[in-house]
């Protein structure tokens, strides 16, 4: 399977929230609404998506990220342990371009997986819409569990308990890989066989500044790189066979505005030693910089995925352009063992980013016509 999936021509997660979404959350949010009404809503426009993806020759299919407001804390704060916040200061990573809301998560006890966990029954509805005919995979997202480490170790207002409630760090880490690897039983048990991990926290420890602040407190990122990809591989080594699982690293997302910025070399060793069946690498701008750390990558059963189109602007890329791209990454990574996708979703947050739906379903196109010319040509 892992051949196959990630697909040619793949795609992150998060597609633009109809305003129907938008306004329905509004009215929830009021107490106009019952969660109910909301949900027979997102219902309705989750089955419309999962038909315009089929037809624009998807193949790994995802909800949109329709019922959530964030990529990330909305499956994290159902953990056990975890719960979501206002913080007083804002959101604790600062956007170029606009600020994401003020919400976040952080860790009140002991980290486990909730086997109730909502995105369960979220999946189960996306399958049985999904998988109705050969060929097709119902794809879900969640974020890594190095999220959690970044916001509680790395990036943290001071607030955090996790030096109270893990007096040794090491059974953090081994919490954080349990409750995963439960998560991914789950999921199978639930019918997925197609699971995403997003992640920021590389991105996050390959930005130049970042970096620096982070030795500043006296925390040697390399060091860090190598116990987020000990944690990822413990979380993944009981993954059933037929069981494609991901990644995607993303340098942020939230109404076209980004976060990091820094190619990958300064984490690639360590990221190409996790044990995922494939890699999204954004390569849609000079921020990403170029394929040279692909040389890391060894693992011949896996892909990497060229993250070469933008999601965050409408301007359509030149085809030729890509196709040259492309050409360039096959000197580290054969053309079987490469697809290409949008650089991110097209709605981290339910606000989106600033580009229209038919603009959104151009760049899928865009990627369809490409992939036509160097795989099939």
Known sequence: MTQTIP??????????????????????????????????????????????????GIKGITDGEF?????????????NGVEGYVPEQG????????????????????????PAHPFLADFVF???????????????????????????????????????????LTEFYSDLSQTYREAIQAFYQAGCRYLQFDDTNWAFLADVDKR??????????TEIAQVCAAIINDALKDKPADLTITTHICRG??????????????????LFSTDYDGFFLEYDSERAGDFA??????????????GLVTSKYPELED????????????????????????????????????????????KIHLLQEVAKQVWQS
């Open 7 to 56: 697909f040619t021509v793949d795609h992150v997660g998060s597609f633009l929230r109809p305003e129907s979404i938008k306004q329905a959350r509004q009215e929830a949010a009021a107490g106009n609404l019952s969660s109910a009404e909301l949900r027979q809503l997102e219902n309705q426009e989750i089955t419309k998506l999962v038909a315009e993806q089929k037809a624009a």
């Open 67 to 79: 019922r959530r407001g964030f990529w990330h804390i909305d499956f994290l704060e159902h953990l």
């Open 91 to 114: 959101y604790n990573q600062q956007f170029h371009g606009k600020a994401a809301p003020s919400y976040n998560i952080r860790v009140t006890d002991k980290i486990s997986f909730n």
């Open 126 to 168: 996306l399958k049985e819409l999904v998988e109705t005919e050969p060929g097709y995979y119902a794809k879900a997202t969640i974020p890594s569990p190095t999220m959690i480490l970044r916001q509680e170790l790395l990036a943290n207002d001071g607030s955090s308990k996790i030096a109270e409630l893990y007096p040794e």
């Open 212 to 221: 620096a602040e982070l030795t500043e407190k006296g925390i040697d990122p």
């Open 253 to 270: 997302n939230h109404a076209s505005s980004w976060l990091f910025s820094g190619g990958y070399e300064p984490i690639a060793k360590e």
């Open 293 to 306: 750390p692909l040389r890391y990558w060894s693992k011949p059963d896996s892909k990497v995925v060229l």
């Open 319 to 362: 085809p030729a352009l890509l196709i040259e791209r492309i050409k360039e990454a096959t000197e580290y990574v054969p053309l079987e063992n490469l697809a290409i996708s949008p650089q991110c979703g097209f709605a981290s947050t339910q606000e989106g980013n600033k580009l229209t739906t038919k603009e959104q379903w151009e």
